[in-house]
């Protein structure tokens, strides 16, 4: 290795731990380590189990989310983009009688369809992200209710015949298999839009959708597509939530869009566009869900964590104000 090359790797892990990913990352151990330190129980196999077992969803929800976020906008229907998805599949699954796989096909392609409508409102019509997500959110809860009659759907039991894709997540009395489904597809994803043609061009309308545009980028073509991408994780998120749990209610899944959305914030993705990672996405996501489950072994409430949250939040916001300014 040569002296330069020395030199740029050094320079790149300095780099990294003085980025607001580094710091997530930083603050992820040391909330990891207070916890440990503070409880006894907290450092059991079924703590970390259940750190793992409360990310999956919320993890597709937070990765594909972080894609509308690279180009400026982000996506306020997925939460309730999930739950109707996942009760419309089980729906057909559990009333008309479609065989599973099938069900979850249809969970995915709702999810899509939602992403897609989205993104045709944003582009097309030129209407806010927030206005469009917003009406598309209340569009997925009615929906929803409507398709199933404001009836509770189950899906199968882990341990029935049927229960066979809840195995993708979660083995019965072992370690949750869910987190290596969630690392691949996170890498996969990180590698798209940090390596990927399709990856930098979402960036750059995101840093400046007018100079993208006038260097050749179709910016509604890739816009279209993020919005795209992100409904069809809000239906993968579908099919994990019902591997999680198994009675979906309708009406459920709204809010769930604000900790994916912070997730990618406090992971140093910019709400300006330009700037987003799915690796630090990830480290947000971690850290919100280790406050969740943390809290209560040191005798504090789960409300705490929305409030603690909130402050990490804003935290989070200010440190992308000061990067935009030194921009």
């Known amino acids: 290795m040569t002296d330069l090359s020395k030199k740029q790797s050094k320079f790149d892990f300095k780099k990294f731990f003085s980025s607001q990913q580094g710091i997530a990352f930083i603050v992820l151990l040391i909330l990891y380590g207070f916890f440990y330190a503070r409880s006894t129980a907290f450092r059991s196999g079924n703590t970390m189990a259940s750190i793992f077992d409360s990310s999956y969803y919320a993890g597709f929800l937070a990765i594909g989310v972080t894609f509308t976020i690279a180009t400026g906008g982000f996506d306020m229907s997925i939460g309730a983009v999930m739950n109707t998805s996942a009760l419309i599949g089980g729906y057909f699954a559990q009333k008309a009688g479609l065989p599973l796989p099938v069900a979850l096909l249809i969970t995915v392609v709702i ?50 015949p049927e229960g066979w894709y809840k195995s993708i997540f979660k083995l019965e009395g072992g370690f949750p298999i869910g987190i290596f489904v969630l690392g691949i597809v996170a890498i996969a994803m990180g590698i798209i839009l940090k390596k990927t043609k399709f990856g930098r061009y979402l960036l750059a309308l995101g840093s400046n959708e007018e100079a993208a545009r006038l260097s050749g980028i179709d910016t509604d073509k890739y816009k279209f597509m993020a919005y795209t991408l992100c409904g069809l994780f809000a239906g993968l998120a579908g099919i994990a939530y019902a591997a999680t749990y198994t009675t979906i209610m309708p009406g459920e899944g709204v809010g769930f869009e604000l900790d994916a959305i912070a997730a990618a914030v406090i992971g140093g993705s910019s709400l300006k566009g330009g700037v987003a990672g799915i690796g630090g996405t990830i480290v947000g996501l971690f850290i919100m869900t280790i406050l969740r489950v943390g809290l209560p072994f040191i005798g504090l409430q789960a409300h705490y964590q929305t409030f603690i949250t909130g402050g990490v939040l804003l935290v989070a916001v200010y440190l992308d104000v000061i990067r935009n300014r030194k921009k």
């Open 111 to 160: 999810g899509t369809v939602f992403g897609a409508i989205n993104g045709t409102l944003i582009t097309k019509a030129k209407i806010n992200p927030f206005v469009t997500t917003l009406a598309t959110q209340m569009l997925a809860v009615g929906l929803g209710s409507i398709v199933t009659k404001v009836q509770t759907v189950n899906y199968p039991l882990r341990n029935s």
